[in-house]
């Protein structure tokens, strides 16, 4: 994938819309400015995003947009990233992104268990 360093030091790129995987997701990295998927045969990858970008610990676009890309993961890791129109989280995922992981601090590691369970809980 391309990439520009800034002047900053900072490294920028476009992310995915979709993730070439072919194996399940095992884990997702949230970071301070992007997102990790791990699959299950150990292959990282930038998380797809569209608009609006996935943040976490508010209640608003990104934690919505968050919830929304683990749900349609954990189901098809090809699946594109959602956009606006995209249907409501389940409610687990959507408290997780909105509240209950304002406290951490990127970068942090939450495994498909852990998802799942969310998921349904």
């Known amino acids: 994938m391309p990439a520009v360093r ?6 920028e790129t476009i992310a995915p819309q979709r993730l070439p995987a072919h194996s399940p997701l095992a884990s997702l990295t949230i970071g301070c ?15 797809p995003q569209a608009d ?10 990104g934690p919505m947009a968050l919830a929304r890309l ?5 189901d ?6 959602p956009g606006f129109e995209a249907p409501r989280p389940p409610a687990g995922l959507e408290h997780a992104a909105d ?15 852990e998802l799942e369970a969310l998921r349904d809980g």
Do not use: N
């Open 6 to 11: 800034t002047a900053r030091g900072m490294i």
């Open 33 to 47: 400015a992007s997102m990790w998927i791990t699959t299950e045969d150990g292959r990282v990858f930038l998380a």
């Open 52 to 61: 609006p970008s996935c943040t976490y610990g508010y209640g608003g676009g």
């Open 70 to 74: 683990i749900a349609l993961l954990l």
């Open 76 to 81: 098809d890791i090809t699946h594109t990233a």
């Open 99 to 113: 509240e209950g992981w304002r406290g951490r601090k990127a970068p942090f590691t939450l495994s498909w268990a």
